[in-house]
């Protein structure tokens, strides 16, 4: 039968406190169910040698077989990574403690390859960087990839726990923290399972640098992270969600998140002493009307079925209450679910601008 799991874009779980140490075990668990599905051994396919009656009853107990294979392992991972909690809280707070950003994860991507090399598992590096590749099982086919990204936010973190950010303006605040270490615990776990015959095929664990901006995956995959022998068939990855009761997963099918861009403008007019606007052309007022215009691009040039966000974030202008200034610039982000192969650029003239 069709052994191949649904394609898991995001699953989500986490709350920023103490008593939710477990979860990070769970949710390891789960990564390890993704490639036990794909990577246990399945049963020899069925060749009707009766009727097609007596090869359905044949193939009906083989998939009983191979769903109670995979339920044992199932559960000893569960087992496992609740035996890891200690193991696992405290690689994640190790993390938080020495958030980096984009490519620049020294600290954070040596403390993953001593972890990584403490438990036996060889790894490629660097790879984009300061990613790593590592590989558990048996080096052939099938072969599922497990992705957590490791940089941080430039953030302050104002916190009195004692792994708190020891980085100034850097912090673990979009959870990258967890997910590297749940990726820790589930190499761990997997590794142990493959030094044990349990594993038919590869995983392979991608440990990201870059997701906050600087295209980290597209780098990785360039490095030939998903090309390697044995190639990817598919790759799982996971977000923390803060706003999910802590313990729940949430997935549907298709996309989950939206694709990124951001963009900056400029715009130019002429400057003039504020009680005579007439002398000079104001790029003030230019800039709210394209800003408004702006949000036409999603009303009349996305399909309404589809998703998008056009949001302006930052406005710079002037410095005195009395003087209209000469520019304007101002910024923001695109969010699209869809791929966009062509942006349609409209030229804005106004008022001499």
Not at 149 to 176: N, Q, R
Request: charged share 15%.
């Amino acid at each position: 039968g069709d052994r191949t799991l649904p394609h898991f874009q995001r699953m989500s779980t986490y709350k920023h406190c103490g008593k939710c140490s477990s979860i990070w075990t769970v949710v390891a668990s789960v990564l390890v169910l993704f490639c036990s599905a794909v990577c246990a051994d399945p049963a020899q396919p069925v060749v009707s040698e009766a009727s097609g009656f007596n090869t359905g009853l044949q193939a009906a107990a083989q998939a009983d077989q191979f769903g109670s294979l995979l339920q044992a392992q199932v559960n000893r991972a569960v087992t496992a990574a609740q035996g890891l909690a200690e193991w696992t809280v405290g690689n994640r707070r190790k993390l938080h403690s020495i958030p980096e950003l984009q490519y620049d994860l020294d600290k954070t991507s040596n403390y993953v390859r001593e972890v990584l090399g403490s438990i036996g598992v060889e790894y490629r590096f660097p790879v984009a960087k300061n990613g790593i590749v590592a590989d558990i099982g048996t080096g052939q086919a099938p072969c599922v990839a497990l992705r957590a990204d490791m940089d941080a936010l430039p953030i302050e973190e104002i916190s009195s726990v004692d792994y708190a950010s020891t980085h100034k303006g850097k912090m673990h605040a979009c959870g990258h923290d967890g997910h590297t270490s749940m990726l820790l615990t589930a190499a761990r776990i997997l590794k142990e399972q493959a030094d044990q015959g349990l594993l038919n095929g590869t995983v392979r664990l991608l440990f990201q640098p870059a997701e906050e901006g600087g295209a980290g995956a597209l780098s990785m995959i360039r490095d030939g992270a998903l090309s390697q022998h044995p190639p990817v068939q598919m790759v799982h990855g996971l977000h923390v969600w803060p706003t999910l009761p802590t313990g729940t997963f949430a997935t549907k099918v298709g996309p989950v998140m939206g694709a990124s861009g951001f963009f900056s403008v400029k715009l130019f007019g002429k400057g003039s002493h504020a009680a005579l606007p007439q002398e000079g052309v104001d790029p003030i007022i230019a800039a709210t009307h394209v800003i408004s215009m702006l949000q036409s691009i999603i009303s009349r040039n996305v399909n309404p079925i589809n998703s998008g966000v056009v949001s302006i974030t930052k406005i710079h202008a002037g410095s005195a209450f009395n003087v209209i200034p000469p520019e304007v610039e101002f910024g923001g982000t695109i969010r699209a679910i869809d791929r966009v192969r062509k942006l349609t650029t409209t030229n804005f003239e106004y008022s001499g601008c």
